[in-house]
């Protein structure tokens, strides 16, 4: 069976390795020009452990792991007021691992090489039938696949075809993440700098052999709607929240250089699916109706 997957990221990188190994023939389609590898920190524990044994990749992942010692956590001005274990920052117990997503990006990708990626391109339309399911793409193209899978991010292309634009179910929570890669000026090894107070927090980590450390910010905007697709709009407003922080002004001067400038807002969904609702803080839906599914 052939079927195509929307979004070459964790989630499809995943979902093409498995159906792959049980004999189905995946494509994947992405709409950036490349293998996009930036982004945060993430958690691996529970059942996902277990799954990348099955794939064969957890020794991969914990050569590759962040192997975080500890955090600081400052006040305003940058005054250490407290340290943490790398366990206790990170709530890791047991086998849990911690790997950078550009990093378990890369070991997923070496296990699904080979796999038919298209990229610079999108699902323009689907339509879908008892016989599969006809795909048009965004340069014209058209080809009929099997099934169709969305794993395309919180802001899926997929959904969007199925269940119609995202606004009719989105609850904006006025909460905005932003990470991106600034020099190591700090010299931090396997540390995190973070201030945090109600509404707002400032961080910047170093993981390890990492050339560079990563700025992150988490804030509040309830009053302010942030463009996703405007970074100079993005960039004013971190400039604007995190005004008066005082240790935090050399990481906003480092902005505009970032190849890797991330931001994104997590949102509250609630997914039409027949006579049920589908409710989600990940804007995961539940399985989509007939041969496409988000």
């Given at each position: 069976m052939d079927?195509?997957?929307?979004?070459?990221?964790?989630?499809?990188?995943?979902?093409?390795?498995?159906?792959?190994?049980?004999?189905?023939?995946?494509?994947?389609?992405?709409?950036?020009?490349?293998?996009?590898?930036?982004g945060y920190k993430i958690d691996?524990?529970?059942?996902?452990?277990?799954?990348?044994?099955?794939?064969?990749?957890?020794?991969?992942?914990?050569?590759?792991?962040?192997?975080?010692q500890g955090a600081l956590l400052v006040d305003r001005e940058g005054n250490v007021i407290n340290r943490m274990t790398g366990d206790e920052?990170?709530?890791?117990?047991?086998?849990?691992?911690?790997?950078?997503?550009?990093?378990?990006?890369?070991?997923?990708?070496a296990r699904t090489a080979g796999v038919d990626v298209i990229f610079g391109n999108a699902i323009a339309s689907i339509a879908q039938s008892c016989d599969g399911v006809e795909v048009t793409f965004r340069n014209g193209d058209a080809r009929t696949f099997d099934f169709v899978i969305g794993a395309?991010?919180?802001h899926s292309n997929v959904r969007r075809q199925i269940f119609g634009d995202e606004s009719q179910y989105l609850r904006d929570l006025g909460m905005y993440l932003c990470v991106y890669s600034v020099p190591n000026f700090l010299h931090l090894d396997r540390m995190e700098v973070q201030y945090s107070e109600i509404g707002r927090v400032a961080a910047i980590w170093s993981t390890r052999d990492a050339v560079d450390a990563k700025a992150c910010f988490g804030f509040a905007a309830r009053n302010q709607q942030i463009d996703l697709r405007d970074r100079a709009q993005q960039e004013e407003t971190l400039r604007t929240v995190y005004a008066d922080v005082g240790w935090v002004p050399r990481l906003l001067e480092l902005m505009p250089e970032a190849p890797d400038w991330f931001l994104t807002s997590p949102r509250r969904s609630t997914w039409p699916h027949g006579r049920a609702i589908?409710?989600?803080?990940?804007?995961?839906?539940?399985?989509?109706?007939?041969?496409?599914?988000?």
């Open positions: 079927v195509l997957i929307s979004g070459a990221g964790i989630a499809g990188l995943t979902t093409a390795y498995w159906l792959r190994r049980y004999g189905f023939a995946p494509t994947i389609v992405e709409r950036a020009p490349s293998f996009v590898t930036g691996v524990r529970g059942t996902a452990l277990d799954v990348l044994r099955r794939m064969g990749a957890h020794d991969a992942v914990v050569a590759s792991s962040t192997q975080m920052f990170g709530h890791r117990v047991g086998g849990d691992l911690e790997i950078v997503r550009g990093k378990l990006f890369e070991i997923l990708m395309d991010g919180l589908g409710s989600s803080w990940s804007a995961t839906p539940p399985t989509a109706p007939h041969r496409a599914r988000a």
